[in-house]
């Protein structure tokens, strides 16, 4: 489906206000369109209107008194009203004059000795004429006064609601563009919950973020200006046409081949804008990354005298989106105004021809208030032209932009279920696993071995043995390629990925906290888990110790990823989390490498209470942590070289027993 019938299907779900948004822009267009029309008629009808056939009339309505006689304009009579001697009034210049017989003749007029000469291919007509005073103008245009200002009043009216319903327009097409753009995100956020973790190994946290916020942003922007520009143009040049007919059906056909010509702009436009906006959208992305990455890895940039290759790294990025962005400025510039002045230029100069070579022919010549509303027309046929052609950019922007934000929402889920399980025994078995990260490239090779329940396992090895691995297929982050993981003799691969978790605890080498207090992060705003028990939690870890220095205890803040406690602080919040959730299998990923002695001994403590009735796996570098455990497997290139207890191990005087002794003459060194 394209993005276009995807951002449609968006619109369909707040149809109703968008549709009384557009249809309150179609009376507010309307109501500005009728303008032209009612001066037509104020300056035809009622200012020249004055031209009109007189009558001798009686003292009635709208009736005028000159020389001891009333006049009254012939379309003012009323059915029945008898009419007396047909008389005219003429205007030349800012003159006007009196002709007490009726007139037949056309042409140009002059005044000369009392007589009114109508000269017409070179021939002339005479008839006597009086001229009339200022006063008798203003009698002889006291009818049309109340006229004038019923339209006047019309006019205004209308403008009022015009201006009431583009209100209303905006306003709801506003409430409806904050709508979808609310339900867009909720679904992206929503969608990235379910993607796999391999898809976050491939795409920078900051990317993921700018189609959440910078490009549902630009697609705001189709459903205000672009989507209300577009409807408000073609409603509005469907009017002027619509006019434009009713006028001078000559002409209006004339101004048609608009049409054609805006079409081919907008289809060369489009093929230069829509390739210049993918790369001006994937720098963004790319520099939202870069910042991302640099604020989280300052430290090391800092310490390492990296400035000023970061920096020149953005500047390259930057330049790169600077440059686009100038190639659309330039493309806007040269193909926008400019466009439309050149066709309102030409159709200007095919105005003026047509009515120049027009007014040859006395026949031809249209009245003043046909001219001021074609004039008014052609003027107003230009403003939503300007505004398609400045919404192009936006269109294509949104475009882009949607076509970024449904690639993420394509990438392939799961849905999270909601389902429960009765809590594991925690007897955990790996029978022949093998599994890769990429293609056949095999971090685990026919990996097998079980754990009972409460049972402690060690996992030791060098880096890329692939500890952690058995860890990310354990939580189903990855699932493997060949054999199977059981739990409780049931395969996880039959479970849904949060079904298997909700008895499942991890407590990572460096842990991860959350914008929020201590007590938020041990309980995750989890209602199950009350304050009694997240108190309960930190005291039986030995966190309380640590942490009874804060001033605000366990409502102490926590900004981004704890930045603010040491790292043995923010581990025994993160053993309290995982004791909170009384989870039947539980991993410790390197929990005391990066700790001091003192807090070592604590965290030691901690391990012991959180290990008590549950099945544990521990990774460890300190093999001194995992003395204890019921089973150790000693991992060499996703294979398990040895397995047993630390002293069937020692016994056997293989690579764990080189691993140990090392280790302990290193201590015994330091």
Known sequence: MSVGKRLYKYALLFKKTIIIALLMLTVSVSAELVGPFIAKKMIDDHILGIEQPWYESADTKDAVAYNNTFYKRGDYFTDGEEKGEEAHIFQIGVRFF?????????????????????????????????????????????????????????????????????????YHLQRSANRIIQKMRTDIFGHIQKLPINYFDNLPAGKVVARITNDTEAIRELYVQVLSQFFYSGIYIT????????????????????????????????????????????????????????????????????????????????KTHFNYQNKLLSLNSLMSYNLVAILRNLTFVAFIWYFGSGAIGAESVVSVGVLYAFVDYINRLFQPVTGIVNQLANLEIALVAGERVFQLLDEEGEEVEDGRVNRYKGQVSFENVSFAYKEEDYVLKNLSFEAKPGETIGLVGHTGSGKSSIMNLLFRFYDCQ??????????????????????????????????????????????????DKVEKALKAVGADRVLKHLEKGLDEPVIEKGSTLSSGQRQLISFARALAYDPAILILDEATSSVDTETEAIIQDAMETLKSGRTTFIIAHRLSTIKNADQILVLDKGEIAEKGSHDELMALRGKYYQMYKLQQGNKQAG
């Open 482 to 531: 060949k054999g199977e993981i059981r739990i409780d003799g049931k395969n996880i691969k039959e479970l849904p990925r949060q079904t298997i978790r909700e008895h499942m605890g991890i407590v990572l080498q460096d842990p991860y906290l959350f914008t929020g207090t201590i007590a938020s992060n041990v309980s995750l705003n989890d209602p199950r888990i009350s304050r």
């Open 239 to 318: 009017g002027i046409f619509v006019a434009l007919f009713i006028l001078d059906p000559q002409l209006a056909a004339i101004c048609l081949l608009l049409l054609p010509i805006l079409w081919v702009w907008m289809t060369v436009y489009r093929k230069y804008a829509s390739t210049y906006n993918h790369v001006v959208r994937s720098k963004v992305s790319e520099i939202n990354a870069s910042i991302n990455e640099s604020i989280q890895g300052m430290t090391i940039i800092q310490a390492f005298r990296r400035e000023k290759r970061t920096k020149e790294e953005f500047e390259e990025m930057n």
């Open 98 to 170: 009196f002709v007490d017989e009726p007139v037949t003749a056309e042409g140009e007029r002059s005044f000369e000795e009392g007589n009114l000469i109508f000269t017409e291919d070179e021939n002339e007509t005479v008839y006597a004429a009086d001229e009339l005073s200022s006063s008798q103008i203003l009698a002889f245009y006291q009818p049309e006064i109340p006229r004038i200002i019923q339209l006047v009043l019309l006019y205004f009216a209308l403008t009022v609601v015009a201006a009431l319903f583009h209100f209303g327009q905006d």
